[in-house]
C-alpha cells in the first residue's frame, strides 16, 4: 500500500532560525510530489511540485529536494518567520491505469514559529 | 472557476447529536477526499472517493462516521452521535486525477461539539 510518512510530527523553532522537514514515501510508479502549507483555519496551499527528474525546487524561503531513489524528499525553510507556523504536507502522486493519477497524502507536519 | 467549498463553515452542537458536513468539489475533479484537523494535531486523512465509490477509507475514525459521495458528484460527511473529540476542522480537497493536477483544498469546516 502506498504511504508517504513526515516528520517530524511536530516541530518548534524560534524566530530566524531554519528547519528541515522530511517526508518519505512508498508510492509507485511516482509522478510527483508536493508540499502544501496550511495555515490554520484555511485549506492547504501548494508550495512546490517536483517530478521525478528534479532535485531541488525553492519557492521563496522554501527550498525542497527529492530524492527518488531513496524516495526521500525535503522542505527546507530558511530563516523562519512566525508566519511560517502552520501545518506542511507532503503529497506524493503515482500514475494508474489510464494515465491518471492518485496522490498519497502525509499526515503533515505541524510547524511553531516563537518569537 | 469556482474553488472547492464546504458547508458549513461552521457548526457548534451538542453531544449525542448529529452533524452532516458538505463538501462540493471543483466541477470534473473525480478524486474527492476528507481530512481533519483534531485541535492542536496535525491534520489526518479520513478517506478519499474516486468519483462515488471509496477508494480508501482507512482513516475514519469509528463507525459513528459515514461518508457518502452520490453520483459522484458532492459529498457528505455525518457524524452520528457526535462526541467532545470529534470537535476539529474538516478539510475536503478534490483533484482533477490527471497527470500534474493539484489537489486543491476548501477552507474548512470548524466542527464544535459541547
Known amino acids: 500500500k502506498n504511504q508517504v510518512e513526515q516528520s517530524p510530527q511536530s516541530l518548534i523553532i524560534l524566530e530566524g532560525k531554519n528547519c528541515t522537514l522530511q517526508c518519505n514515501y512508498t508510492v509507485s510508479p511516482f509522478s510527483n510530489l508536493r508540499w502544501y502549507k496550511q495555515d490554520t483555519g484555511r485549506g492547504p496551499v501548494s508550495l512546490t511540485i517536483m517530478t521525478f527528474s528534479e532535485n531541488t525546487k525553492s519557492n521563496g524561503r522554501y527550498t525542497a529536494t527529492l530524492d527518488a531513489d531513496t524516495k526521500q524528499s525535503s522542505l527546507h525553510i530558511t530563516a523562519s518567520q512566525l508566519s511560517d507556523s502552520a501545518s506542511y504536507i507532503c503529497?506524493?502522486?503515482?500514475?494508474?491505469?489510464?494515465?491518471?493519477?492518485?496522490?498519497?497524502f502525509g499526515r503533515g507536519t505541524s510547524l511553531i514559529v516563537h518569537p | 472557476e469556482a474553488g472547492v467549498t464546504q458547508f458549513p463553515s461552521h457548526s457548534v452542537i451538542e453531544k449525542g447529536q448529529t452533524v452532516t458536513l458538505r463538501c462540493d468539489p471543483i466541477?470534473?475533479?473525480?478524486?474527492l477526499y476528507w481530512y481533519r484537523r483534531v485541535m492542536g494535531k496535525e491534520i489526518k486523512f479520513l478517506l478519499h472517493?474516486?468519483?462515488?465509490?471509496?477508494?480508501?477509507e482507512s482513516g475514519m475514525p469509528n463507525n459513528r462516521f459515514l461518508a457518502e459521495r452520490t453520483g459522484g458528484t458532492y459529498s457528505t460527511l455525518k457524524v452520528q452521535p457526535a462526541e467532545l473529540e470529534d470537535s476539529g476542522v474538516y478539510f475536503c480537497a478534490s483533484s482533477q486525477g490527471f497527470l500534474g493536477s493539484e489537489a486543491f483544498f476548501g477552507q474548512g469546516t470548524r466542527l464544535t461539539v459541547v
Open positions: 472517493f474516486v468519483k462515488e465509490s471509496k477508494q480508501d
Open positions: 466541477s470534473g475533479h473525480d478524486n
Open positions: 503529497v506524493v502522486s503515482e500514475i494508474v491505469a489510464g494515465g491518471s493519477y492518485i496522490p498519497t
